[in-house]
């Protein structure tokens, strides 16, 4: 399959190092189409992983054997890989963790508990994941601090009159996520740091939906705290990243105890070790973290603005083609609005589970259910979904073979 736009991304190549992408169901080709709960994997990262694996597999920070010393650079420089590519200044601002929910939950335990009191304020916002949403209201049941929410407005963009109104001298920490991954909204996260900075409070922006799709430069954002997952884009699973600025990293207490993260221990106590390792107590997760900066290059290759481009195009497409449709409903920004590529719809009054289990009979994958936003769903009224999400693979082949399929289950549902 190819694309045809100008300047469009060389798909066919691209789709050939996704061995994955070869699957039929019952001579029926896979269209892949849930990429926002996880990307493929390409050869060049199976490859990283199996290298390490092969000939190098090691722990790090512990041996001063060959092996052990390869590992440890190779994990080291991969922090640095994966901090440029984010626009952080370097390693000490980056900490691998397992995904963007235990990034969320570092700040949460090791910042959260410590900074947070009666009357303080976290403001988050109605399109919040549950990584954030919940993890910010047990933090503020421990705390005695308060939980407030942005307004989501009728198009699905940021009610930015009303986080005015919310941020203010109570706040302590603004959430926010950089692209929802159930509206597919980019929010101006930029904005939103400078409004919580000029109440004296920090911004974590939860990036999951948006590191893998578009650049991003956390000191451009002015972000405090940035999050991310290996396994949205091109990476493993069981890897993630947090971003923090190195002095609000420097003051804050660790999450995890334990080897690794400390230079030295009596009976009495301890004294912690430099960032990053400060935050990745015990065998770190030394593969996956070698593999999520090959994904990292392998990314850049292909260019982040290029990519940006071609899901907003697929995004676009397929507002265009469930246009057609007098029973279909999307959600989020209007057709025309830059987001990122995921569209969220339903099909007339067929449960988004039926409608993801008829299409798997076209070997489509789509995502159906509440994507983890249930309060936003509650707020949409809707008890569930179907999102289909796209990556550098995806054509606009694909989104008709979606749309096709759809009309049998119309008929079967009839
Ligand atoms: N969203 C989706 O299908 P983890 O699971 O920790 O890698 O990522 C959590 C997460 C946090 N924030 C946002 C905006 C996300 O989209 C996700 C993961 C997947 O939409 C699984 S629910």
């Known amino acids: 399959m190819t694309v045809s736009e100008p300047g469009a991304l060389d798909v066919a190549s691209i789709r050939e190092d996704f061995p994955v992408l070869d699957r039929e169901f019952d001579g029926t080709p896979l269209v892949y189409l849930d990429n926002a709960a996880t990307t493929q994997t390409p050869q060049q990262v199976i490859d990283a992983i199996s290298e390490y694996y092969e000939t190098y597999n090691a722990n790090v920070h512990r041996g001063l054997h060959q092996l052990s010393q390869e590992a440890s650079i190779a994990y080291e420089e991969a922090h640095d890989t994966v901090a440029e590519f984010v ?13 963007t929910t235990e990034s969320e939950n570092l700040v949460a335990y ?16 109605e399109m919040e994941h549950h990584a954030s949403l919940v993890t910010w209201q047990q933090i503020a049941k421990k705390t005695g601090a308060t939980v407030r929410y942005i307004r989501v407005t009728e198009d699905g963009h940021l009610d930015l009159d009303h986080a005015k109104k919310l941020i203010g001298s109570d706040t302590k920490l603004v959430s926010v996520l950089h692209v929802s991954n159930t509206l597919g909204t980019i929010n101006p996260v930029a904005d939103l740091a400078d409004l919580a900075h000029a109440h004296d409070a ?27 997952s290996g396994h949205k884009m091109a990476g493993p699973t069981g890897i993630g990243a947090l971003y923090g600025k190195q002095a609000i990293l420097e003051a804050m207490e660790p999450f995890n105890y334990g080897g690794d993260m400390i230079t030295k221990v009596t009976f009495d106590d301890a004294t912690w070790n430099d960032l990053p390792w400060k935050f990745e107590a015990g065998t770190p997760k030394i593969a996956q973290g070698i593999a999520l900066a090959e994904a990292v290059e392998y990314l850049d290759d292909i260019g982040m603005e290029a990519i940006a481009r071609h899901e907003n195009e697929l995004a676009q497409y397929t507002l265009d083609r469930l246009a057609e449709f007098d029973d279909i409903e999307t959600f989020g920004p209007p057709a025309g609005t830059e987001r990122g590529g995921l569209v969220s719809f339903n099909l007339g009054t067929v449960h988004a589970h039926d409608l993801s289990s008829i299409l798997n009979d076209y070997a489509v994958a789509i995502r159906a259910g509440d994507h983890c936003t249930q309060p936003l769903h509650d707020k949409l009224g809707v ?21 096709d399929a759809m009309d049998d289950a119309r008929e079967l549902f009839a």
């Open 202 to 228: 920090l911004i974590f922006v939860d990036g999951a939906q948006a590191v893998p799709n578009r650049p991003v430069d956390v000191e451009a954002i002015d972000a405090d705290f940035y999050a991310f």
């Open 383 to 403: 008890a569930a979904t179907a999102r289909a999400s796209f990556y550098i693979y995806n054509t606009r082949e694909e989104i008709d073979v979606l749309i």
């Open 110 to 125: 090791a910042w959260g508990l410590n900074e947070l009191g009666p009357g303080d304020e976290v403001v988050l916002t």
């Open 87 to 99: 626009g952080a200044a370097g390693r000490e601002e980056l900490i691998f963790t397992g995904n």
